[in-house]
Every structure is written in C-alpha cells, then in structure tokens.
C-alpha cells in the first residue's frame, strides 16, 4: 500500500459529471493480486456488479479478484447497501490507503459508485497493456454524490441511419458511464421504421427499407441520391436484448413511435391509412413528409395493435409518441377529416391533432403506461398525463410545466448535438447549427420564468442525436463525445458548482480516456475560435482555445505560424486589409487545427451599429458587430459567430460612418437554406442621413435571387454622400404550401454589410 502525508492534487480527480460532494484525501489505495472484492448483500443484482467489476478488473490487470463476505480485513473493496442514503441514485465512496467502502441506498447507486471508481483508476485500466510497470492506483477520496435530476438522457436516431444491435449497446455502454438513465430509442419516421411488429409484417419489409439517400446536404441543389437499397429493422428478440443489456446498466429505453407525422414509412407499407390511399415510397429525402396518418377507424385500430406489440417489449412506464413536425395540409384537403372536426366540435386541425393524440394517450394509458410527445402536443390542449418534451425552445416546456404537466427540456438551443460542433471548414457536413462545447456546459434545464413548485415538473434533459448526417456509428460517436460529458454534468452535478473552466481542465484528460475506451472522440480543445469587434474605427480580433495549458502564436504576412511567429496575449487591432493566421502549440509541438482569417476594412468595417430588432438569440453570432467587422461568414453553414438569423422578422440597422463617406455600392451576404426554413428577403432597402435621424431612401431592391447557400446581392448608390446608412432587408414571411416547413414563418440569414 502507498501512503502520503500531502493530500492528492485536483489534477488527480478529473471525474466527469463531477460529484456533489468530494475531498480529496493523502494517499492511494494499490489494487493488486491480493485486493478482494467484498459484500454481504443477497440481492442479486449487487452480485452481478461486483463480478462485472471483477471481471473488468482482470481484463485490464490479469488479477483475479476473489469475492468474499464482507469481512475487517485490509486490501478489500467492499460494497454495501445502505438505506441511510436518501437519493434513491445516490452513492458514497469512501478510498481510503488500504480499504475502498462502496455504498449505496439501491443498487443503480452502486453501479454509479463502480463507474466513479473506473475513472479514478489509469486511463490504461479502459485500454489493458501488457507493461508490468503500471500502477493500479486510486487516490484516497471521500465522495458523496447524487444527481441533480432524475430524468437524464440520450436520444438516438436509428430511422434515418440504422445500427445493428452490437453499436448500440456500446453506445448504451457509453451513455451508462456517464450516468445517464434513460434512452430514447427513436425507431420509426418517414425514412424507415425500424421494429418489427407481427401483426403487420409490411412494416419492416416494405418500410424498413429505401431505394436509396440523399448524397450531400438538403441545401446542396440539385438534389442527388446514391440509389442503393438501404435499411434494416430489429426483431422483437433484438429489442429484448437490448433493453435488457440496457436494465442491466441502469438505464430505461424509451420507444419512439411517430404519430402522425413522421409516417410516410409506415404509409408505404399500409397506404389505407393516409387521407389518400396511392402508392407512397419510404423517403429518401431528409425533412418532412406532408403525408401523415389519417385520424380513421383504421388508423386507431392500426396504431393500437402496434402498441399492443410495443408495450410489452419496454417495462418502462413512458412510451414516446412522437407528435412534432404533423403539416396538416393532407387533413386540410381531406373531406373525412373536416367532416370529423365538424362532429367532433374541433375548431381546426391542431384540435384534430390534439383529439388524435387524447385517444392514442387513452389506450396506452389503459396499458399502464404514459406517453411522452415533443412540444407540439401542446397545440390544441394537451393530452390529460402526458409528459412534455420541449425541443422547440423552453417556452413549450414552461407552459406545460405551468399547466402541471412534466417535462423534459430538450431545447434545439443546447441539446441537439447533430449540430456543428466547430466553425472549422473541416468538420464533417451535419444537418446545421452550431452548439459548441462550452454552450452546452452552460444550459440550466429550470428556467428563471418557473416558480420552486412549477420548477418541480423539470424531470431533466436529454441529448438528441437525429442521424440524418450520422450514416455510421464512428460519426455519431464524433458528434456525441466530448458533448455528452458537457451534459451530464448539466444533468447530474449541482448548478451551483458547475464551473467551466475546471471542466475543461477535467474533460483535457478524459477524452484521452474515451480513445482509450475506442471511443471517436471530437478532440476540439485545442482548436482556435475567435471574437472579431468593430471598436473606435478599427477592428480588435480576440483569439482563444479551450485548453489553456497551450499557447497561441500568430502571423499577419500570410506565413503559417511557427513557434517562432508573435505570442498571442492580448486582441490584435486591425487597421488595413490583413490576412491572419494563427495555431496552438503544446509541448513546443502544434496541437489542434490551425485557424485564420482575413479582415476586409471596407467604409464600414469598425465603425457603428445599431439593430432596431436583434437577432434570434440562437442565432446571435458576436452580436450587431457581427455586420461590420470584416469578417466573412463560413459560406457552407450559418450557425458561426459571423452569421446573425431572424425568425420571421426583418433586418434593420443603422450605420455610423464616423463622418461624409463617397459610398458606390453596399454588398450583402445571405445563406439560403430552404430545407432549414431560411429563405432570401423579399426586398431590400438602402436610406441614407446626414444627421441619423432624418433618412431618405436611395434605393429599393425587389429582386434577390440565388440558388447556392451564400448569396451575394450588390446595390449600386452612384457615388452618394452621406454619413448615416440604414439597411432594411424585409423577411420572406410564411413559408409557401408544399416547401420544408410550410406555414411557419421563415428565417433570415445575413453575415456582412460591405460598404465601399
């Protein structure tokens, strides 16, 4: 045994979620050949744990551990049930230099408890080597730990891109290390459906499969496809196998079964049951299929002998309904439909999407289970005991927790890591966004709206991985990992110790342990962002990383940076044209991906800005400064710091010039993304003011047109003079029938003014 008079470092706890209570202690307690597994307790599910725990130990040590009765003996790792411990997920562990004390109120805790341990233990006990010269060490600690909320989960989309069984296990395995609880298992949509169901075999051998996929990104014109047959689905021996493998682990799978949207797959197999009944074909295209469930006898039949099928399968008590994304443009057209909200009483077709999801939530009560839907279930009143899931943002979630209903907060803000996790133009294509590391770390499921008895019905939240661009598992793993350990932090460590900055310093070490594990691991810690400011007619540029143990060296002459190039300490201000580039180095070795930027002073580049309406605060960039800083936005995305979006509002601004300029032409920059509800102005106009407050108008624009992303649109002033601009770029409005997103109003995308 080792022992020490100094207590451990922090540096020897880089335990993620981080516990509520730790202290740190002197010492280490050795496992060796010798140590011994411990327990007295009969139930059996602490045996399989400690002969998990053992055998996971012998892997990695070739130790074979024996397992006695709990005993006074030294050497011994001992786990203990113990009702005294209030949080039915709770544990404490006690490592002292010759004894490691394990306890728990149930046996979740201490499968928790083990977890903790492991990641106390070498990173080479996840990855076993053959060098006699490690050291199977755990630094002396007193821990006491419980999760913040009960409800902590993972979602993963097998509709879009199917896994077999064994990848989602070892993503079960990989969400279980990290203490999540619950898996959300979304298993039907329009691009496939996935579980077999005996009553009706066209499910899976018609809508399991697809004539082929989209190659490329939704936004990419015109669309293409592979054209190879593509699906695959799980019998219900394989759903067996994997909620068990699941239970073992501590974690309730949640099925997903869309209604009534999200139905095309099904539609292809049973057409009967759409409002109109001709052939359909399982999607290849991502987005929403206007064809949707028809509300008939039929339908409700079909739909409750799936979930007669279904609930037997899951003992958990929640089944997932699904609900979001249902156009009604089918229901709109359908005379059944307007005959049965007549009869009915429905005053228009959300009511009918509420009647629709009241009846499904009836029978699946009558089941002894409860349903959870994405927040649309809200439109036309809610389902009497359903759960809420809030993705649209947090105001379906406060409105159901208001109303008493639970929830789970899931908002597109935070929780969605199918989005771009770096501003790199490396990164892989995903689906759009950007939700960086540090943006997860911050969320905080309660909202401030919610009072401490409202804040009640905040179960949790939960991760989604929809896998439209995920077409295998080391690409989800890619996108989940380091992300997943942001969030269950969020979901499991008290808010009040939550603290960025020693996180980063944690997670530096952990992703070694998760490639350790085989895990694809996103290792963006050292990658360089920036912050472009317009300020006092110049621009200031701020460049960062992560890790802080690295230093960052530059060049403005366009030369790649060496460790001989400038020392980044404070904001480089640009005055002229500049090219910029710069790198992080660690160990005088680079480290993480180079980053660069040219800076275009053009009239307006670091003078003022004011927005008469700001932009969505997920899409928010580095604020109104964003416009006018130089800076281009990525051209392939419009989730990055440059980009500013408007949700259904125009763009106004007025610009300070500082004094009279000569002004030719003024260059806007749009993305268009129609598959994304982003659309191009309708109009354009350019005012101009001597004083800022009185403004004539120069010129209007009524015709914008682009088929790629980025769209540039230029407008020619003749050599005005003037001080003062102000811009106005109207939104497109309503999205038209038959588009991605139709009748919701549509989304404005813009990154730079140019004026010269």
Same mark, same amino acid.
């Given at each position: ?71 006074? /003996? ?23 230099? =010759? !004894? ?42 007193? %821990? ?30 990989? %969400? ?38 989209? %190659? ?61 009944? $001709?052939?359909?074909?399982?999607? !290849? ?22 979930? =007669? ?60 289970? /409860? ?72 969320? =905080? ?29 080391? /690409? ?179 610009? =300070? ?79 038209? $029938? ?19």
């Amino acid at each position: 045994m080792e022992s020490a008079s100094e207590i451990n470092p922090e540096s020897q706890y880089p335990l993620i979620p981080f516990p509520a209570h730790l202290q740190a202690q002197a010492g280490k307690f050795i496992i060796d050949e010798n140590t011994v597994l411990q327990s007295n307790e009969k139930e059996e599910k602490v045996n399989l744990l400690l002969r998990e725990f053992a055998q996971q130990i012998k892997t990695a040590t070739t130790y074979t551990l024996a397992i006695t009765p709990e005993g006074s /003996q030294k050497n011994a790792i001992v786990f203990r049930l113990d009702k005294s411990i209030e949080n039915t997920e709770g544990y404490a562990l006690s490592v002292q230099v =010759d !004894r490691i004390v394990l306890r728990a109120k149930n046996p979740a805790g201490l499968f928790y408890g083990v977890q903790t341990l492991r990641q106390l233990l070498p990173l080479e006990f996840e990855k076993p080597t053959s060098s006699p010269q490690i050291s199977w060490a755990i630094p002396a600690v007193e %821990i006491k730990d419980e999760p913040r909320f009960p409800y902590r989960g993972m979602h993963l989309d097998v509709a879009r891109h199917f896994l077999k069984v064994d990848k989602v296990k070892k993503f079960i395995d990989q %969400i279980a290390y990290h203490k999540f609880n619950h898996f959300h298992w979304h298993l039907t949509d329009d691009q496939g459906w996935r579980i077999e169901i005996k009553k009706y075999p066209k499910l899976t051998e018609v809508g399991g499969f697809r004539s082929g996929t989209l %190659i490329g990104h939704y936004n990419d014109q015109p669309h293409q496809y592979d054209k190879k047959r593509y699906g695959g689905f799980y019998t219900q021996e394989d759903i067996k196998e994997v909620v068990q493998y699941a239970a073992e682990r501590f974690i309730t799978v949640i099925p997903e079964i869309e209604l009534p949207g999200h139905a095309q797959a099904a539609l292809a197999a049973y057409p009967e049951l759409a409002c109109e009944n $001709k052939n359909y074909s399982v999607w !290849r295209i991502w987005g929403i299929s206007t064809n949707i469930f028809c509300p008939t006898p039929a339908t409700f039949d079909f739909l409750e002998n799936v979930f =007669d099928e279904v609930i037997p399968l899951f003992p958990g008590k929640y089944i997932h309904i699904g609900g979001d994304e249902a156009p009604k443009t089918k229901w709109q057209e359908s005379a059944f439909c307007q005959r049965l909200m007549r009869q009915e009483g429905l005053e228009n077709e959300m009511a009918l999407q509420s009647y629709f999801i009241r009846r499904i939530e009836k029978h699946i009560n009558s089941k002894g289970k /409860q349903i959870i839907g994405w927040d649309e279930i809200l439109e036309g009143g809610l389902a009497p005991n359903a759960t809420v899931m809030s993705w649209r943002g947090i105001e379906g979630g406060i409105e159901a927790a208001k109303a008493g209903h639970d929830v789970i907060m899931t908002p597109t803000s935070h929780c969605y890591l199918d989005y771009y996790q770096s501003d790199h133009p490396d990164e892989p294509v995903a689906i759009g966004g950007f939700i960086p590391l540090e943006k997860i770390y911050q969320y =905080d499921p309660i909202p401030d709206e919610l009072s401490p008895s409202e804040a009640k019905h905040i179960l949790g939240s939960q991760g989604n991985l929809w896998s439209e661009y995920l077409p295998n598992f080391e /690409q989800v793993e890619y996108m989940a990992f380091p992300r997943v350990c942001a969030l269950s932090e969020v979901v499991w460590s008290p808010q009040d110790q939550r603290d960025f900055d020693h996180f980063v310093e944690r997670i530096s070490f952990h992703t070694n342990r998760l490639a350790a594990m085989g895990i694809n691991v996103a290792n963006h810690l050292y990658d360089l962002s920036s912050s472009i400011q317009p300020k006092d007619g110049a621009v200031e540029v701020e460049i960062e990383a992560l890790a802080k143990d690295g230093q960052i060296r530059y060049t403005l002459d366009g030369g790649e940076p060496t460790l001989q190039s400038s020392l980044y300490s404070n904001p480089i201000k640009v005055t002229t044209n500049q090219q910029i580039k710069a790198q992080s180095f660690l160990a005088e070795k680079p480290i993480g991906r180079s980053w660069q930027q040219n800076i275009r002073m053009h009239k307006a580049a670091g003078k003022k800005i004011v927005l008469k309406t700001l932009p969505h605060s997920k899409y928010s960039g580095g604020g109104p400064g964003s416009l006018i800083n130089g800076a281009n936005g990525n051209p392939e995305r419009y989730g990055d710091a440059e980009w500013l979006g408007f949700d259904g509002k125009d763009l106004e601004a007025v610009i =300070d010039l500082g004094k009279k300029e000569t002004i030719n032409t003024i260059t806007f920059r749009f993305f268009i993304g129609e598959g994304q509800w982003i659309y191009l102005p309708k109009s354009i106009q350019v005012f101009t003011s001597e004083d800022g407050l009185d403004f004539i108008e120069k010129r209007r624009s009524k015709t914008i047109e682009g088929d790629q992303k980025l769209v540039k649109h230029v407008i020619a002033l003749d050599a005005v003079q003037s001080r003062y601009l102000k811009v106005v770029a109207e939104n497109y409005g309503i999205i038209p $029938k038959g588009r991605q997103g139709e009748g919701n109003e549509s989304w404005l995308f813009v990154d730079e003014i140019v004026v010269d």
